[in-house]
Nanobody, 115 residues
Framework: QVQLVESGGGLVQPGGSLRLSCVAS????????MGWFRQSPGKQRELVAT???????NYADSVKGRFTISRDNAKNTVYLQMKILKTGDTAVYYC?????????WGQGTQVTVSS
């Protein structure tokens, strides 16, 4: 059974930084495309960043240059380093593992950017 557990969210001031972690069990993060999504109240869940098995990464335009996705295969963990946070980054952030016919989600971690 695949389980993804996010952590690292919290309250941060604009301009601050946070690092989110997603620990996988029952799966190997090195074998699949891993991603981070976010959802704000009243909005649809949107893609933030993805990391393919070949090493390529993809980012939403709104976070390019500020966020970095990475994975530590030895720890079976995916990270999202977030810098220069803005109030518009406030959302619940979800870890995602994408397979050819299945997609797994974590429970989410809240990130609030506010002064």
């Amino acid at each position: 059974q695949v389980q993804l557990v996010e952590s690292g969210g919290g309250l941060v001031q604009p301009g601050g930084s946070l690092r989110l972690s997603c620990v996988a069990s029952g799966s190997s993060v090195s074998s699949y495309t891993m991603g981070w999504f976010r959802q704000s109240p009243g909005k649809q869940r949107e893609l933030v960043a993805t990391a393919r098995t070949g090493g390529s990464t993809n980012y939403a335009d709104s976070v390019k240059g500020r966020f970095t996705i990475s994975r530590d295969n030895a720890k079976n963990t995916v990270y999202l380093q977030m810098k220069i946070l803005k109030t518009g980054d406030t959302a619940v952030y979800y870890c995602n593992e994408r397979r050819s016919s299945l997609s797994y989600w974590g429970q989410g971690t809240q990130v609030t950017v506010s002064s």
